[in-house]
Every structure is written in structure tokens, then in C-alpha cells.
């Protein structure tokens, strides 16, 4: 037994605090050897009653500052010691309220613990998801309009609007018209110098504030899919299915009544067909799996000859039908696109209940990778046409495919309001009262989450034509939200089949990443290193290409004294290709860092 | 720092949040739910520390745990007496380790002790035989359950006791990746 004597801090009375197991002395022994931050959290991992944990901690600080009295006989230093220990309490506890102030912004709380009551986990994911790409784009928003709208606002509040330009109501559709010349797209904005209280070059503000908004994004993106993916996605151990249906599958946040009631019952089928299933599996004979193999291979043959098609017609209506003046006929690409993007999911889920597929994880893969195809091709095709047509026929071209993204995100908008309705209202009503056999609809969380990462990937290609289409993107999301939550309680049933949300979840973000940022961010790359800004409008008006601003910038360096060192960074730094080798490495070093931190042990 | 509040003393607060995942603000905001519970018995000032503990039936009670099958059980672990009567320690700690905050670890040491009904310290087949009937309201067949427990012990039994200890629990759930979302509840 070891007693130490102190003073307890909350009643000001001397107590003997006893320590009395050497398990607890050998605990405390190992905590006191960490960082504060690491011993509060080893603290709040102690699988212990919380009296024990409060004991625990009130032995550590007075164990810890014994130590330091027992250390250190000068005053000096103790003084110092309890200064310092003030500083980092008063530290933490600003850290606390910091997170605390937070909360109070947190958007939807109650109506997430709502949904997440009633339907489980795997739907709440989709709204979680929502809210996380609303953020982003609300960062975006307020860059763009920080930097770059309000400097050329206060310069100069009226747009140049040619005198024979009117507002019609049709440009909240279009776009084009009276939209063209305002702020709203590139060619608005000018490409001096600003000078009043400071001098402020519209130039490199437009071009940094877009380049370090699409880093940051970046490596939100990674921080986010490094986190995720530690936490969540472990390779499943298929031998252990029973067990975990049993043990860790029941979602202890459904409070709904009758949501409870469903999911017992779910789970009483679940566990009768396991005990048959196993029965049944040994009864698949050769000729059997070939013709399972055949039927897979003919609709992936079906679902790849869909989305080339889709990606050629596209192509060609545009290639015919690009009009400027006929304001009403543009709107005919981005209605073809958005039909394509709701029809040919709901074909895709329609083949998806025709194959057979050894688990349902299986199945859900099959028809996310089919929708990436078909969504990453035509983003593929319409950037292609602009890049390679737009950009050589038009004279301000950074504004007509801004008018094309723009009309893209309205016209996708108006689709998916009305994808909630083919989807999960006439589902519902098929399925009550038409045929009864099909029942309620489920939530399809992956259809939807795909349609979520198709329309941030238009707003991320749109920020560098239009700096302000992320306004718009906040304001679809906030009305899809309630949309799809109206839509969810009305139409819908709790899942079935307890999917794996938690891995789920890791995907989309892989996914958002992966291929729709990185192709996003390779675009505008592309924009900016290789074709040619148009000479009448915009910021970057009459230079070689978009980057180049930044070799203009060096040269108006070079006769300022004291700024050596930008110059000296930009020369061996950014225009060395060693640089990129180093932040690839680093990348991937942090990644593997946080796949590698030690867990904490319990118990 | 932030608003004045009379509940707690700044190091009560701190010792709060510094054992649990709780900010502050949630910490007053569940202390007020666990008064809604019984606004008699819990006074507005535990600056003296009253043992104040409400029973099972108050706890159970709540819209979070009302429905939930296991309610007892979580109540029962995370009580200090063992029969389901909560102080507010008891109270903000249950809440703190079913939050989305509380590491693996730490879920899965709690999970098993809820699932062993008898706290004997393993999960044997009459406490899963208990687990499967609360979770499919006890509508399987005594065969089904008794087929059911066996291969869950198969399968998840490393150590051939027939029974599972803590370690063949955490080695399941090493493997099941939705265990942080599942065993999560929302307050």
C-alpha cells in the first residue's frame, strides 16, 4: 500500500488518498509518463466506474506535482512549475469552450437524431454526408466572395452591362443574358490593379484564392478518407457472420418504437435464412454459376454500351446544337444530361434485381461502380467539348462554360426534385397500392450519395468560371435536405439488410476523392496551365496562360527590396519537379502515420 | 470562460470533461435532462456533491433507452450498485461511453459486459441464448436458438472453453467494422 498525502483541490481538506492495488499504482506509474493531452485521453479510455477515473485523476496531478516538489528544491523552478501547469489548465479549458461554441453552430441536430432514430445509421449517412459537402461549399463561398467579389464590389459597385440588356426572368434558368456581364462569371471581373487602401491585384487574387481553396479541399479530403478509413473499414471476417449478426449488429439509435419492432423482425428473417442458406449454397451446380456468369457479363456489357452511348449523344447534340442566341435552346444539353444521369441509375437498379450476386455488398459495389462509369463519362465528354470546342470558338469563353456549369447545376437541381418523386414517392405508391409485393421503398443511399458527389464535382469544376456558383450549390443543398428528409419519413421504409454503413461511408468519401476532386482539380489545372485566357474579359485577359501570372508577379518582385525570398522559394521550390516528389512522399507518409497510431488499451 | 453557471464548481467541471467526452455545454445539457427526470429529487446545485441517485424505472423511461432491448442491462453496467439506479456520474459516464466519440476499445469492454447477463465475466450460451431472444422478441424456435448460440461460440470461441472470454469478444469485434456506429446512441 503507498499513501500520499495531499490536499483535496474541490473541499480544500487535507485526505490521504490511498492507493491500493499495485495494478493501480502500476497505472498510475505508466500515465504519469505521458503528455497531458495523451493522459486525458488514456483517462477517458479507462474502463473503469467513473468515480475510479475521477480517483485516478486526482492521484495522477498530485503524483505529478510530488514528483516535481521532490525533483526540484528550488523555488525558482516550482514557481515556474505552477505557472506553467495554470497556463496549460486555462489552455485546455479555452480549447473546451472553443468546442463548445462549435456545437452551437452544429446545423440539423435534432433532425438527424430524429431520422437516425427511426431509419438507423446507414440513412443517417447520407444526410451526414450532405451536411460535410455543405460545409465545404460554404467555405468556398466566402473565400470567393471575401477575396475576390468584395475587392471588385467596393472598386467598383456597377456592372458594365451593355445598354440593350435587360433582366428577364429566364437568366435564373440560363444564365446567359443579363448574368453574363456581372460578377457571377469570370468575364466579369477585371484584371487591374485595384488601387484605394491598399493596392490590391485582382490577378493573383484570383488565381491564389481559387488555387489554395482547391488544396485545402484536397487535403480536407485526405485527412477525412486517413481518418475514416482507420476507424472504420476493416476487413471483414466472413467466418464470423452469426457472431456478428448477433453481437454487434443490433444499431443502439433506433428509438422509434415501431422501427424497433421492424428490425427484430428483420433479424429474425435474417438469422431463419442464414440457418437455411447454408443448406442451400452446396446446391449451385456448374451449369448454374455459368449462367449466373453469363447473365453478369451480358448486363455489364448492357451498362457499358449504355453510358458510351450516353457520352456520344451528348457530344454530338452539343457539337449541333451550340446557339448563343437562342437563350431557351441552350437549356436542351443540360435537360438531356440530367435525364440521362435519373433514368439510367433506375435502369442500372432495375438489372441489379435481374442478376444474383453471392452478397449483398457485392451488389451494391456492381451498381456503384456503374454509376461512376456513367457519371464520370459525361463529365469526361462535356469537359472535352469545352476544353478542346468552346475554348477556341467563343471570344469569352470562361464565361459561356460558366453559363454551361451554371445551367448543369439548375437543371440537375430541378432532376433530383424530381427523382425524389419518381424514386421514392411513386415507389411508395407502386408499392402500396399497385403491387403489394414490392412494398414500402427503402432509402437507396447509394444512388443518392452518387448524385451528391455528381453535383459537388460541378461546382468544383465551376469555381474557376464562376466564382460565385457556390452560392448556388449552398442553396440546392439546403433545400435537398429537407426535400429528401420530407421525402424519407412520407415514402420510405427502414432498411431491411443491416448494410455495413460504416464502410459505406469511407467509400463515398474515397469516392469523392478519387476520381471526382482529383478529375475536378485536374481540369481547372488543365484550364489554367494550357489554354489560353480570352483576350476581351476576365482577370487573366492578354496573358499566355492562367499560371503565368505568377512569373508576372516574380518580375514585379525582382524590384522590391526584401522579398528575395518568395522569388528564391518560387525558383527552387514550385518550379522544381523534386518539390512535387517530396509532397507526394510526405502525403503518403502522414497516411501511413495515421494508419499506424497505436490504439489505447482497456481493461 | 463562457456563461456563469451556478451548478457546478469550475473544477467539478473540469474533472467532468476531462473524464468524459463531453464538452461543457453538453455536460449542463445532460445534467439538465437527468434533472427533467425527476426535477424533486435532483437539486440545482451539486457544488457539495448530494448522493443523488434516480431509480431504474426513471432512466428506463427516456425516449433514448425506452425502446432499446437492452436497456437493463446498460443500466445495470453502468450503475454503481449494479441494479440500475443512476447518480448523474453514472449517468454522464453511460452516455459519454455510448457516444460517437469513445474509441473501440472502450465500446467493446462495455458491450460485453451488457451482453453477459450473469457477470460472470464470459458470455456463455445462456447469456446469448437471453441476447438472441431480446433481440427477435422470442419468436425463434428453441432449435433455431439453440443452432444460433452454437455457432456463434464456433465461431467466435478461440480458447475451446465454450464460452466466450473478453478476448474472443474483442477479437470479433476487431472484425466488425459498423461496432463504433452501432453501439452509439444519440442524446
Given at each position: 500500500m503507498?499513501?500520499?498525502?495531499?490536499?483535496?483541490?474541490?473541499?480544500?481538506?487535507?485526505?490521504?488518498?490511498?492507493?491500493?492495488?499495485?495494478?493501480?499504482?502500476?497505472?498510475?506509474?505508466?500515465?504519469?509518463?505521458?503528455?497531458?493531452?495523451?493522459?486525458?485521453?488514456?483517462?477517458?479510455?479507462?474502463?473503469?466506474?467513473?468515480?475510479?477515473?475521477?480517483?485516478?485523476?486526482?492521484?495522477?496531478s498530485h503524483y505529478v506535482s510530488l514528483i516535481i516538489k521532490q525533483y526540484n528544491t528550488n523555488n525558482q523552478v516550482l514557481i515556474q512549475w505552477s505557472c506553467f501547469k495554470l497556463f496549460s489548465q486555462s489552455f485546455r479549458r479555452c480549447g473546451y469552450s472553443i468546442k463548445s461554441a462549435r456545437q452551437t453552430l452544429k446545423l440539423w441536430q435534432s433532425i438527424m437524431k430524429e431520422i437516425g432514430g427511426r431509419f438507423g445509421t446507414s440513412v443517417l449517412s447520407y444526410f451526414v454526408f450532405l451536411k460535410w459537402l455543405l460545409m465545404f461549399n460554404i467555405f468556398s463561398f466566402l473565400v470567393n466572395f471575401g477575396f475576390i467579389t468584395i475587392p471588385l464590389l467596393v472598386y467598383d459597385p456597377s456592372p458594365n452591362i451593355p445598354p440593350n440588356v435587360s433582366f428577364t426572368g429566364l437568366e435564373m434558368l440560363t444564365g446567359a443574358g443579363y448574368f453574363t456581364y456581372t460578377i457571377m462569371y469570370y468575364g466579369g471581373y477585371s484584371n487591374e490593379t485595384l488601387v484605394g487602401l491598399v493596392k490590391y491585384d485582382m490577378k493573383l487574387a484570383y488565381f491564389f484564392t481559387i488555387a489554395v481553396y482547391m488544396v485545402l479541399c484536397g487535403i480536407a479530403l485526405i485527412f477525412s478518407m486517413a481518418s475514416s478509413f482507420k476507424k472504420n473499414y476493416v476487413l471483414a471476417d466472413p467466418t464470423s457472420n452469426s457472431a456478428w449478426q448477433l453481437l454487434s449488429s443490433w444499431d443502439f439509435s433506433i428509438t422509434n418504437e415501431r422501427a424497433v419492432r421492424q428490425r427484430k423482425n428483420n433479424l429474425r428473417v435474417q438469422i431463419q435464412e442464414s440457418l437455411s442458406d447454408k443448406a442451400q449454397r452446396q446446391l449451385l451446380t456448374l451449369s448454374e454459376k455459368l449462367k449466373h456468369l453469363g447473365v453478369y457479363l451480358g448486363f455489364w456489357l448492357l451498362s457499358t454500351s449504355l453510358v458510351v452511348g450516353c457520352g456520344v449523344s451528348i457530344y454530338y447534340l452539343y457539337a449541333a446544337n451550340w446557339s448563343l442566341l437562342q437563350e431557351a435552346e441552350t437549356l436542351l444539353v443540360p435537360f438531356v444530361v440530367s435525364l440521362m444521369n435519373l433514368v439510367v441509375p433506375l435502369l442500372y437498379s432495375l438489372f441489379n434485381k435481374f442478376e444474383h450476386y453471392s452478397s449483398h455488398r457485392r451488389q451494391i459495389y456492381a451498381l456503384v461502380v456503374r454509376n461512376i462509369l456513367l457519371k464520370m463519362s459525361i463529365l469526361a465528354v462535356l469537359c472535352y467539348y469545352w476544353m478542346n470546342v468552346v475554348a477556341k470558338k467563343f471570344s469569352c469563353w470562361e464565361s459561356v462554360v460558366g453559363q454551361a456549369l451554371y445551367r448543369l447545376v439548375i437543371v440537375d437541381f430541378l432532376f433530383l426534385m424530381l427523382g425524389s418523386f419518381f424514386g421514392e414517392f411513386l415507389s411508395n405508391v407502386i408499392g402500396t397500392r399497385l403491387i403489394p409485393r414490392l412494398g414500402v421503398p427503402e432509402f437507396d443511399v447509394a444512388r443518392n450519395v452518387l448524385e451528391l458527389i455528381y453535383a459537388q464535382s460541378l461546382a468544383w469544376i465551376g469555381i474557376y468560371f464562376s466564382p460565385l456558383l457556390p452560392a448556388i450549390q449552398i442553396l440546392k443543398l439546403f433545400i435537398l435536405f429537407y426535400l429528401k428528409k420530407v421525402s424519407l419519413t412520407q415514402n420510405c421504409q427502414p432498411p431491411r439488410r443491416t448494410a455495413r454503413a460504416a464502410q459505406m461511408q469511407t467509400i463515398f468519401i474515397a469516392l469523392l476523392f478519387f476520381p471526382f476532386f482529383v478529375g475536378s482539380l485536374s481540369i481547372v489545372a488543365y484550364t489554367a496551365w494550357r489554354l489560353t485566357p480570352s483576350e476581351q474579359c476576365g482577370p487573366f485577359r492578354g496573358l499566355n496562360s492562367t499560371f503565368s501570372v505568377v512569373g508576372v508577379w516574380m518580375d514585379d518582385l525582382h524590384e522590391i527590396p526584401g522579398s528575395q525570398w518568395v522569388i528564391w522559394i518560387y525558383e527552387n521550390i514550385i518550379k522544381s519537379e523534386i518539390f512535387y516528389f517530396l509532397m507526394t512522399l510526405i502525403i503518403i507518409d502522414t497516411y501511413i502515420a495515421i494508419e499506424n497510431k497505436p490504439f489505447m488499451n482497456c481493461g | 470562460m463562457g456563461n456563469k453557471q451556478t451548478i457546478f464548481t469550475a473544477q467539478q467541471l473540469d474533472a467532468y470533461q476531462d473524464c468524459t467526452y463531453f464538452t461543457r455545454k453538453e455536460i449542463l445539457r445532460l445534467f439538465y435532462r437527468y434533472r427533467d427526470l425527476a426535477p424533486q429529487l435532483v437539486p440545482l446545485d451539486y457544488t457539495n456533491q448530494p448522493d443523488v441517485k434516480l431509480p431504474y424505472e426513471l432512466i428506463g423511461s427516456m425516449p433514448e433507452l425506452k425502446d432499446n432491448p437492452f436497456r437493463q442491462r446498460i443500466a445495470e453496467v453502468f450503475s454503481e450498485d449494479g441494479e440500475g439506479n443512476m447518480t448523474?456520474?453514472?449517468?454522464?459516464?453511460?452516455?459519454?461511453?455510448?457516444?460517437?466519440?469513445?474509441?473501440?476499445?472502450?465500446?467493446a469492454y462495455y458491450a460485453f459486459k451488457i451482453y453477459d447477463f450473469n457477470n460472470d465475466d464470459f458470455i456463455c450460451k445462456s447469456d446469448l441464448e437471453k441476447t438472441l431472444n431480446k433481440l427477435t422478441r422470442n419468436e425463434l424456435t428453441e432449435d433455431e436458438v439453440r443452432m444460433v448460440c452454437e455457432k456463434v461460440i464456433d465461431e467466435a470461441d478461440l480458447d475451446n472453453d465454450g464460452r466466450l472470454s473478453l478476448e474472443d469478444f474483442q477479437h470479433m469485434i476487431v472484425r466488425a467494422p459498423d461496432f463504433l456506429s452501432t453501439f452509439h446512441i444519440r442524446i
Open positions: 503507498v499513501f500520499v498525502t495531499c490536499k483535496d483541490t474541490v473541499t480544500g481538506r487535507a485526505c490521504c488518498v490511498v492507493l491500493c492495488t499495485t495494478e493501480e499504482q502500476n497505472l498510475v506509474k505508466e500515465l504519469v509518463g505521458l503528455s497531458t493531452r495523451d493522459r486525458i485521453r488514456a483517462i477517458r479510455g479507462l474502463s473503469m466506474s467513473f468515480k475510479e477515473k475521477k480517483h485516478i485523476r486526482l492521484v495522477l | 448523474l456520474d453514472d449517468f454522464l459516464d453511460m452516455f459519454s461511453v455510448l457516444s460517437e466519440m469513445a474509441p473501440r476499445d472502450l465500446k
